[in-house]
């Protein structure tokens, strides 16, 4: 088997980043520093835990999955050859693979987008101050640059997808910030709005004094969505 990533987790059903639900498998380390990050051991990169590959295999043969998501921490920080060799791998399985992006590497997603089959890309916010306190070095240029790629890669291949993802986390995202995120999007992007939920182990402490919107906040940020996209979809609510 070729030169493989640590794998850090696995979930045998997991939600990261797709509307089916799939296996998924989590890398260590991330360039962003989101309070609200669930997986905070592997966003710092200090994950000591090591899932060896040939027990996913043996889980996903026995499953007949047909889907399968890379998620993290971002995968984009792991070595980049790695990463198409874990893609390959998982693909010969029968799988098509997905991956879970923050999109703030556009160059090294470039490269990764050719092996995949669905990208699912985190849009944080629309401010630039906020973009580059979390960790993206040219803010929402390098959002489009990677949001840019995404679409001409749907339009060249049949056996690609993707879809952008906004935690509506309120510290973050406001009425003003989704006009904003819907200006830069397609009419036919897929466009999911994810609940700000508190949970275990978030990186920030705090990001527990922080209220979740309420169901009738969501449907008014829903509603403005709509304005720029015909397909938004509402997780975890």
Same mark, same amino acid.
């Given at each position: 088997?070729?030169?493989?990533?640590?794998?850090?987790?696995?979930?045998?059903?997991?939600?990261?980043?797709?509307?089916?639900?799939?296996?998924?498998?989590?890398?260590?380390?991330?360039?962003?520093?989101?309070?609200?990050?669930?997986?905070?051991?592997?966003?710092?990169?200090?994950?000591?835990?090591?899932?060896?590959?040939?027990?996913?295999?043996?889980?996903?043969?026995?499953?007949?999955?047909?889907?399968?998501?890379i998620s993290g921490g971002e995968p984009t920080c792991t070595d980049t050859e790695k990463i198409k060799n874990l893609i390959q791998e998982i693909q010969s399985w029968g799988c098509k693979v997905g991956m879970?992006?923050?999109?703030?590497?556009?160059?090294?997603?470039?490269?990764?987008?050719?092996?995949?089959?669905?990208?699912?890309?985190?849009?944080?916010?629309?401010?630039?101050?906020?973009?580059?306190?979390?960790?993206?070095?040219?803010?929402?240029?390098?959002?489009?640059?990677?949001?840019?790629?995404?679409?001409?890669?749907?339009?060249?291949?049949?056996?690609?997808?993707?879809?952008?993802?906004?935690?509506?986390?309120? $510290?973050?995202? +406001? =009425?003003?910030? #989704? %006009?904003?995120?819907? /200006?830069?999007?397609? @009419?036919?992007?897929?466009? &999911? !709005?994810?609940?700000?939920?508190?949970?275990?182990?978030?990186?920030?402490?705090?990001?527990?004094?922080? $209220?979740?919107? +309420? =169901?009738?906040? #969501? %449907?008014?940020?829903? /509603?403005?969505?709509? @304005?720029?996209?015909?397909? &938004? !979809?509402?997780?975890?609510?």
């Open positions: 088997m070729k030169n493989m990533p640590q794998i850090c987790g696995f979930n045998e059903c997991s939600e990261a980043g797709i509307d089916v639900f799939a296996p998924a498998i989590f890398m260590n380390g991330c360039n962003f520093r989101c309070p609200y990050c669930m997986n905070s051991k592997l966003a710092a990169g200090k994950s000591t835990k090591t899932v060896d590959i040939e027990d996913v295999k043996a889980y996903v043969l026995v499953d007949k999955s047909q889907w399968f998501m879970s992006s923050n999109g703030s590497r556009p160059e090294i997603l470039r490269e990764i987008i050719p092996f995949l089959n669905y990208v699912a890309m985190d849009i944080k916010a629309s401010s630039d101050n906020i973009l580059k306190d979390l960790g993206m070095k040219s803010g929402q240029i390098d959002l489009l640059y990677a949001k840019n790629k995404l679409t001409e890669t749907k339009m060249e291949r049949e056996d690609f997808d993707y879809e952008f993802r906004t935690t509506l986390y309120p $510290e973050y995202i +406001t =009425k003003g910030s #989704i %006009e904003d995120i819907g /200006k830069v999007l397609r @009419k036919d992007d897929k466009w &999911v !709005l994810q609940q700000f939920r508190h949970a275990k182990n978030m990186l920030s402490p705090k990001a527990y004094e922080v $209220e979740p919107y +309420t =169901k009738k906040e #969501i %449907e008014s940020l829903v /509603k403005i969505a709509k @304005k720029y996209s015909d397909n &938004v !979809l509402v997780r975890y609510v």
